[in-house]
Structure formats: C-alpha cells, structure tokens
C-alpha cells in the first residue's frame, strides 16, 4: 500500500471509530438520563376487539442499537477482526446489559429490565444479518 493509500485508509477509519464512539456515547445518554414517564400504552384496543401489543420502550432499544450496529461492526472490520458481525452482536447485548445495570445503580428515575438488553442485542443481529 502507497504512503497515500495508507493514510486515505487510516483516515477512513479513524472517522468509523469516532462514529462508532459517537453512536456509543448517544445511546447512554438516551438510556442512563432521566426522561419523563410518557405513560405510552403498550396494550391498543380498539372496536371490535382487536387488540394491539406494541412495546415502544422495546421498540426503542431494538432501533438505537439497529442504527448503532453499523459503524460499531465497521469499527471490528477496520481492526481486522475475522467475526466482525458476531464482535458486533456480543458487544452490543454487553453494552447493553452494563447499561441496563448503569439504569438501576446510577439513576432513581430508571429500572434495568433484561428484556431491554435482549431488544438491543436483537437489533444489533438485525443489522449485522443485512449483507453489506
């Protein structure tokens, strides 16, 4: 690799780390500060019977790490790592869960539920599933 290929590529990865870092840093300020309790339903009836379960506070979870997979799988790639995509999915249900304990240790509005961790992890397997 030429002087200048070198450098085009370190630089290249040098943004997908600060990415990466930056999607990292956003997902625990959205899960370790206090937010209002919106007191969304998860449970939608409507006429006739029909009845909805739509957890938003999953749903949540599942899209942040959805979109946070990407760059965090690019981040693997760049260093070389031959499993990047299963790097990927382990390190966000890790995140995920030392948040989720970040939640009940570091805050009194928030509660960690294992069930947020597993949305995360499921979102991140989501993305990684996606060839690219």
């Known amino acids: 690799m030429s002087p200048a290929e070198e ?3 370190h630089s290249g990865a040098v943004r997908v780390h600060a990415l990466s870092l930056a999607f990292a840093a956003a997902i625990a300020l959205a899960l370790l500060l206090p937010w209002p309790d919106f007191h ?13 379960v739509l957890p938003l506070d999953k749903f949540g979870h599942f899209l942040l790490f959805l979109a946070a997979a990407r760059p965090w799988r ?3 790639r760049a260093l070389d790592w031959r499993h990047a995509g299963l790097a990927t999915i382990a390190g966000a249900a890790l995140y ?15 509660s960690p539920e294992v069930l947020d961790a597993l949305a995360g992890a499921l979102g991140a397997a989501a993305s990684v599933s996606v060839r690219r």
């Open 7 to 9: 450098h085009h590529h």
């Open 40 to 52: 969304l339903p998860e449970v939608w009836r409507f006429p006739g019977g029909w009845t909805v």
């Open 74 to 76: 690019r981040s693997f």
């Open 96 to 110: 995920g869960g030392l948040l989720e304990l970040g939640q009940g240790a570091l805050t009194t509005t928030r």
